[in-house]
Structures are given as structure tokens and as C-alpha cells.
């Protein structure tokens, strides 16, 4: 793949897309014979940058994975937003650097405030510097493809789409989707969740649970005050729905002649069992996404603060294997929660009874 980096060959998984596989196939099936090609030419160009990257993961997973270089004291954000101006070259032509002052496109301006809002969410609520912890360059590709309705992170960089402006606006005008994306990167850099069944969806999981905390941190929300939606504002108004999944409440984001209806589960009792998406990772990641709702909410005050605290050092915990499911995720966040603030402590409780309230005993 041309924009790889070379610091993340040796365990990266196929690109993370935004928009599910099946969305994509349901307007394949019930959209317009415009609609129907788009979907199809969307699904083409993610096959083909995934076989990329596998193939060149299996030139490349012989060599030892080269050592990240020690983290600045202070960090210091460096982002470079480029235009691949509808073509599908990577990264494309520099339009806005780091420090410049905002360039009048609109999806411009909203990737590079999207990335700073992230950065700056990981630095000052877990002093994280960058997506890997050690000052990582933070850079995004916008007018990627003709009516290219995805968004994407493929270890090296952010990539979105314009949208079709029939179903889907641009891909930047979600923060949530952008701190999505680049949540997947903290997730590659540390767990290394394996993007396949249930370890895949706790991956998904976990980008939807950054990327609604770096927007409750931007709007500074309390928990009981966000809308939990990951995709607000990306779904045109001829949609009958109000964004891509929804963690309040798994399973209602969306229901539409052409989108078809949220099939996302929120209760191990509707867990769904598919070798499609990756084996369901956009699916089945509604039950861990509902759970953290049920802990935020119990918890209360800024979700970032106690909650995003325990989900994270769990991400960071030695136990999180690649290959960790629901049940062990939920325990040791339970564990994290008692190290954190008590055996007894209202945290942990919430944690344990969230995690119960999915079917998840811990």
C-alpha cells in the first residue's frame, strides 16, 4: 500500500472502515441503480486496500517490529491534511499543515480540527501523546474517490470520502467518526485486538467509546447529557435515521427503505453469529458499546473521567490479549474499576452491573 509506514508493518489488520459492510449491501440491494453502484464501487475500493495490506503484512510479518522512539515531555501536535481532489492516490497534495490558518474547504478544516480535537483529548484526559503514545504525526486525506461514501484508518492515516449527498454527507462532519478512526490506532498500539469475532467487535467497540468521549469532551457533556450516537449529522435528511449506531440504545440509530433497519444487538441474548463483517465485529460490538452507556451513565459527571478512565487502562492491561472476548474484557474492567477506586467503590459496581445488564456476568 503506498502510504504505509514502516514503524506499523508487523501487526496491522485490515483497514477500519466506518460504515459497516452491511449498510453497503443493503443499498446495493434496495437503492437506486445510482445508489447500487456507488455501494458496489465503495465495497470495491475497501476490498482491494485490504488485500493490499494483507499482502504486504505477509511480505513484511517476518521482520521485528522497529522500537517507537521515547515520548517529548510536552506533546505537541503535528497534522497534515491533504486532498486526493476525487482521485484515489494516497496521501495526496498538502493543503493545510500544522499551524496554517483554516483553508476555506470545508472538509479541510473539519479533519484538521477533528485530529486536534482528538490529540487533544488523549493528552489531557490520559496523558497519551498521540495515537501511540510517542508523538505519532497525525495525518488525513480528504476528497478521497468520486462519491466515496467511507471513511478510514489504515495505520498510517485517516482517509474520508466526500459522501454521495444522496444518503451520506461528507465523512468529516462527524468527530465522533473521526475520533472512531483514530481510536483504532491506540487499540493497534496497545491490546492489538485481533479484528475478528468478538475480539474484533470489542475493537470496534472501543473506537465507538473514544470517539463519543472526544465529543462529549469537546461539548464538555456529562454522561446522562450525550447522545451516545456514533455518526450524528453524517446520514442526509432523506434518511430515516439519526446516525450509524447508537449507544444508548443499540438497534434504533437507523431504519430506512434503502439502509434497511439497525441490526446492531445490545444483549448477549441477541448475539449475532456470521462470518460476514469480519464476523460480525460492527454488529456484535453494540453489546460492549451498551454496556459502557449503562456504566457511564451509572457512574455520572464526565464520562471521560472515571469510565473512559477504566476503559482505558484496560485497553493498556497486560491480560487484554489479542484474541480477548466480552467475558474477559468485562473482568478485568471490573478489576481496573477495584484497583482504581475500590473493591466496594460505586465504580466498580456500576462496571459489574453494566456488564450484567448485557448478559455478561463478571
Not at 467518526?177 to 469475532?197: C, M, S
Amino acid at each position: 500500500m503506498p502510504c504505509r509506514h514502516p514503524r506499523h508493518a508487523a501487526h496491522r489488520h485490515s483497514i477500519f472502515c466506518i460504515l459497516p459492510p452491511y449498510v453497503l449491501d443493503q443499498i446495493a440491494q434496495n437503492g437506486t441503480p445510482q445508489q447500487r453502484d456507488m455501494a458496489l464501487r465503495t465495497k470495491a475500493v475497501d476490498g482491494t486496500f485490504r488485500s493490499l495490506r494483507l499482502a504486504s503484512q505477509a511480505a513484511k510479518g517476518a521482520l521485528p517490529a522497529p522500537h517507537a522512539m521515547a515520548a517529548p515531555v510536552t506533546p505537541t501536535q503535528r497534522r497534515s491534511i491533504y486532498s486526493a481532489a476525487q482521485t484515489e492516490s494516497l496521501p495526496g497534495t498538502l493543503v493545510r499543515a500544522e499551524g496554517q490558518p483554516a483553508s476555506g474547504d470545508v472538509a479541510v478544516d473539519e479533519a484538521y480540527d477533528g485530529l486536534g480535537a482528538t490529540f487533544d483529548f488523549f493528552a489531557k484526559a490520559y496523558e497519551r501523546n498521540s495515537i501511540d503514545d510517542a508523538g505519532l504525526p497525525l495525518q488525513a486525506t480528504v476528497h478521497f474517490g468520486v462519491d466515496y461514501n467511507n471513511a478510514f484508518w489504515n495505520s498510517v492515516q485517516m482517509v474520508f470520502g466526500d459522501g454521495d449527498g444522496e444518503l451520506f454527507n461528507r465523512f468529516t462532519v462527524s468527530l465522533d467518526v473521526i475520533g472512531h478512526e483514530l481510536a483504532h490506532g491506540v487499540t493497534e498500539d496497545e491490546a492489538k485486538l485481533q479484528y475478528f469475532n468478538q475480539s474484533g467487535a470489542l475493537n470496534e467497540s472501543i473506537s465507538d467509546v473514544f470517539g463519543s468521549l472526544i465529543k462529549q469532551y469537546r461539548l464538555q457533556q456529562k454522561a446522562e447529557e450525550a447522545d451516545w450516537l456514533i455518526g450524528a449529522g453524517l446520514l442526509t435528511a432523506k434518511v430515516k435515521g439519526v446516525a450509524l449506531r447508537s449507544m444508548k440504545d443499540p438497534g434504533s440509530a437507523f431504519d430506512d427503505p434503502v439502509l434497511g433497519k439497525d441490526p446492531q444487538p445490545k444483549h448477549m441474548d441477541q448475539f449475532v453469529h456470521t462470518f460476514e463483517d469480519n464476523g460480525g465485529v460492527h454488529l456484535n460490538s453494540g453489546i460492549p458499546n451498551h454496556a459502557f452507556y449503562l456504566a457511564a451513565v451509572k457512574i455520572g459527571g464526565f464520562a471521560w473521567e472515571r469510565a473512559g478512565r477504566i476503559w482505558y487502562d484496560t485497553l493498556r492491561d497486560a491480560r487484554i490479549k489479542p484474541n480477548t472476548g466480552f467475558k474477559r474484557f468485562a473482568s478485568v474492567t471490573a478489576d481496573v474499576a477495584q484497583r482504581l477506586y475500590g473493591a466496594d467503590s460505586p465504580e466498580r459496581k456500576a462496571v459489574v452491573e453494566a456488564w450484567a445488564g448485557v448478559g455478561i456476568r463478571v
